[in-house]
């Protein structure tokens, strides 16, 4: 199988991670309805909690919310209104747009395939924006739902479409399939929950949107799909989790998952590898790595357990900087930074690593073509 055709949309409003920071602080301040911290005090806790510019310099969104502090003119978070934001009927309501605004776009000049694989965490409205654009397609096309997965969902789409495109009677042969992430995570701000934990969750994930397509048939330009691997670590379950709450979803996320990670990601690299009879020190001496860039620790502990050149895993570190943590949306997107470095060359394994909720860690091997 081959993923290749990759095209992403950039959100419209971009912001520094200092200037994010100021606006979260604001935030938190007017939905205390003047108890608890100042602003002033509110910047300096997030200011010592939260990645610096020097690790995410700027963050993407579609919310124009996240563009000033004027809280009576915003759509999500009218925090004068309501202190929590807005329902979570209308946040789902301006995902929705956003998603099929998204859709549309990508399948302006994009060729329809056999089946559109929707992933996404941050939203989820039936018919849905993947629904709503196969409906009116030239060709009957297979619309599934792979929702709710979190930092790891590209791994159960990929398995996914891998069985799609399997053939067999009871599917019929299939000759494409793509996969189109939508994260619109800036969506789950709860302004009245500053607690720290919070501030590190809502100071790290940003929105993002790509699709690929998945084929049986070797591209020009692309990636050969080898390998996917998956566990769930033992004991973990309450180290993340991402729930739905009265207003929005709600994350929680404890400060002990890089080390969990960094724990369990030497065994779990040389029992997936070893199965298959790869040549386990040749990879992890030459492959680049794709990290899902969950934080800055979480790629130190990566390349520290499996003693990596730091030009292995460059790329993670990159894209934190430049997007922040995308959600499913951020590993196809370090994909597709791979895909057009030119300083990779043809014939590079690419191993991937995404983790989340379970604690679940994925596992896969590409080959650039």
């Not at 502090?69 to 956003?98: N, Q």
């Not at 302006?108 to 039936?126: A, K, L, M």
């Not at 297979?142 to 053939?167: D, E, I, K, N, Q």
């Not at 014939?347 to 679940?360: H, N, Q, R, W």
Request: hydrophobic share 35%; with cysteine.
């Amino acid at each position: 199988m081959y993923l290749h055709n990759f095209f992403s949309i950039q959100p419209p409003y971009i912001k520094k991670q200092a200037e994010g920071l100021t606006w979260l602080a604001s935030a938190y301040k007017a939905a205390q309805q003047g108890q608890a911290y100042s602003e002033e005090e509110y910047n300096k806790l997030l200011q010592r909690v939260a990645c610096p510019e020097s690790q995410i310099e700027t963050r993407r969104f579609f919310i124009p919310d996240t563009q000033s502090t004027h809280w009576e003119d915003h759509s999500i978070y009218p925090i004068t209104r309501s202190s929590r934001g807005a329902t979570m009927e209308r946040r789902h309501e301006f995902f929705h747009k956003t998603a099929l605004e998204s859709f549309q776009k990508i399948y302006e000049n994009r060729p329809f395939p056999d089946d559109i694989i929707h992933v996404s965490c941050t939203g989820y409205i039936s018919p849905s924006a993947a629904q709503m654009i196969a409906v009116n397609a030239p060709k009957n096309i297979t619309v599934t739902h792979s929702y709710h997965m979190g930092c790891y969902g590209a791994f159960p789409a990929l398995r996914m479409a891998s069985g799609f495109l399997s053939g067999s009677e009871i599917l019929g042969k299939k000759k494409s399939v793509d996969l189109v992430h939508t994260e619109l995570c800036s969506l789950h701000l709860n302004p009245q929950d500053p607690s720290l934990e919070q501030m590190v969750i809502q100071s790290l994930f940003a929105d993002g949107v790509i699709a690929y397509s998945m084929t049986r048939e070797e591209p020009a330009k692309g990636f050969r799909l080898i390998s996917l691997y998956e566990e769930l670590v033992p004991n973990t379950s309450e180290a993340m989790e991402w729930m739905v709450a009265d207003w929005s979803m709600k994350m929680t996320l404890s400060k002990d998952v890089p080390a969990l990670i960094g724990k369990k990601i030497r065994d779990f690299t040389t029992k997936w590898l070893s199965s298959r009879d790869f040549d386990i020190s040749d990879i992890i001496k030459n492959a680049v790595f794709a990290v899902h860039p969950g934080g800055p620790k979480i790629i130190d502990q990566v390349a520290q357990q499996l003693e990596l050149k730091e030009e292995q895993v460059q790329g993670s570190r990159l894209l934190l900087k430049e997007r922040g943590n995308m959600s499913s949306a951020t590993l196809p997107h370090l994909w597709e930074r791979i895909l057009n470095d030119d300083t990779i060359p043809s014939g590079t394994l690419i191993v991937s690593y995404a983790f989340g909720p379970g604690l679940t860690l994925c596992g896969g091997l590409m080959e650039k073509l």
